[in-house]
């Protein structure tokens, strides 16, 4: 099992830039590949970025590629998302999420966190 907490969200003009942080609890974080997710009001869920327990192969949504950036500190037991440029459509619920298969985080992981919300407005 692994519990998650995301940090960092806030209100952020156009083209400015938030990061994103996820700490995990356990000492199995480095064996979970990890995602983010994003969800905007009246809209379903999303995916945006995933990477794979060691810190390779990340992978984002066309929306997003060249804006944002996943990365991982198994040290520290953390995911992080760095976003810039952003638009006023990245207006979202921002969640964190993991699990052992890194093929199935960005359809089904296993564990979410509660979320974070990211507001682009000026």
């Known amino acids: 099992q692994v519990q998650l907490v995301e940090s960092g969200g806030g209100l952020v003009q156009p083209g400015g830039s938030l990061r994103l942080s996820c700490a995990a609890s356990?000492?199995?974080?480095?064996?979970?590949?990890m995602g983010w997710f994003r969800q905007a009001p009246g809209k379903e869920r999303e995916f945006v970025a995933a990477?794979?327990?060691?810190?390779?192969?990340?992978h984002y949504t066309n929306s997003v590629k060249g804006r944002f950036t996943i990365s991982r500190d198994n040290d520290k037991n953390t995911v992080s998302l760095q976003m810039s440029s952003l638009k006023p459509e990245d207006t979202s619920i921002y969640y964190c999420?993991?699990?052992?298969?890194?093929?199935?985080?960005?359809?089904?992981?296993?564990?979410w966190g509660q979320g974070t919300q990211v507001t682009v407005s000026s």
């Open positions: 999420a993991a699990g052992l298969l890194y093929t199935s985080v960005p359809n089904r992981p296993a564990h």
């Open positions: 356990g000492r199995t974080f480095s064996r979970y590949s």
């Open positions: 990477i794979d327990s060691s810190g390779y192969s990340p």
